[in-house]
């Protein structure tokens, strides 16, 4: 390991803590609707948290780890430091705390299987997989143009729905259900996932359009590099639109007005667009890249809000 770095600055870089909105956004708004359906329940909540943080931190791990001995990550890299390919850390020392992450993220899972039951063994096991396999294994979903699709799901719609599920669950289920019970996941929390969803896949899109030359050497076809800049910020404003309509809907079915609280964040929502629709480089897309997490973090936590109230 370099010594200019200390260790646990090196392993602060790796885990890459300035991701987790990702992993906290989809878990707080789904505590907003349980809260609002009447089925807040704090320890499948917080269990939640910690487990989407968990497979969060262990995705970046694997991240780190598999660019780096495919060869992305090269010295022209725009983007915030990787320890495996920097020299930092040692790559087997972050493929090893890539699996002991997983295995925490696992072994927390295990109270929410005992609440959720089978969807819930579903969910767990489907997110440590694509985790690991959007960089690593035969097929990297990253590097073939999936790697949006695996984030609008997984960090969106199957972590709100999920995040509520396991509320509702513990109060209507009863003990390890085999299938979805009845009315533990009802539209509105469909809906409301798929701002998350947008706004969690706009960071990927981000860091996409400022990869987009350095992938295209590597060998990494993301949208970003299979369809070029227009495209991908066609996308980021797309997204951006589902994220900001969606309180509309709530206003439409019969939520009070306070579903319409994200709308507050429209001004960082525009500065960040502004930054995507016109720049490339590392030194303006970095900071919009935090930007856009921040985006995430407010918008959900006054979304959440707006829906419990």
Known sequence: MSTEVSRRRAWLMAARPQTLPAAAAPVIVGVGLAADAGVFAPLPALAALVGAALIQIGTNFANDYYDAIRGADTDDREGFTRVVASGIIDPHEVKRAMWLTFA?????????VAVGGVPIIVI????????????????????????????????????????????????????????????????????????????????????NVRDREEDAETGKRTLAVRFGYRFSRLQFFLLLTVAYLTPLWFLWSGYGAAVLLPLLTLPLAATVTRTVLTETSGAALNPALESTGKLLAAYAALFAAGLAV
């Open 104 to 112: 925490a993220a696992i072994l927390v899972g295990t109270y929410l």
């Open 124 to 207: 767990g096991l489907a997110s440590v997989a694509a985790g690991i396999a959007y960089t690593g294994g035969p097929y990297p979903l990253g590097y073939h143009g999936l790697g949006d699709l695996f984030v609008f799901v997984f960090f969106g719609v199957i972590a709100v729905t999920g995040t509520y599920y396991v509320q509702a669950a513990a109060l209507v289920g009863g003990h390890f259900p085999l299938w979805i019970p009845e009315g533990t996941v009802p539209l509105a929390v469909v809906v409301a996932s798929l701002p998350i969803a947008a706004l969690s896949t706009n960071i990927l899109v981000v860091n």
